[in-house]
């Protein structure tokens, strides 16, 4: 069984999150600057059996798009372009941030840390990858 990696995509940078091999755990992998995702995740596929992409999709509370939702949609064409044995999915990310935060928030960690945009952009992947893995069950 293959992990699974989902992003927090995001024009500038890009939160990723690996599930363990059994599916079952999300855990924050990486942020990425955008410009290098594709080199980045070109190599991380040599060395990992991934069997699943999940990219969280911004949207408003009504369910309309976002500034954010088409760079994210050209991300998953792309995706499907260059890896089109790999299935991708999408999950609503509305709340990943702020869950992010509260998130860290609860486990102590130090306001600076918090504030820290790359830590939150993996650890929403995190929370967007595990919102998948529930789904599934």
Do not use: C
């Amino acid at each position: 069984m293959g992990r699974i990696l989902a992003f927090d995509y995001g024009t500038r940078r890009t939160g990723v999150a690996v599930s363990d091999p059994l599916q079952m755990f999300a855990q924050p992998l990486d942020t990425i600057p955008t410009e290098n995702l594709a080199h980045w995740l070109h190599r991380y596929l040599m060395s990992e059996s991934v069997e699943a992409f999940v990219v969280g999709i911004p949207s408003r509370f009504d369910g309309s798009d976002t500034h954010a939702s088409e760079p994210v949609r050209l991300f998953i064409q792309a995706l499907k372009g260059a890896y089109p044995d790999i299935p991708v999915y999408t999950m609503d990310e509305r709340l990943s941030s702020r869950e992010a935060s509260n998130s860290l928030l609860q486990s102590g960690v130090s306001k600076k840390r918090r504030q820290d945009k790359k830590l939150l952009d993996t650890v929403s992947a995190a929370l967007i990858l595990q919102t998948y893995l529930q789904s599934r069950s």
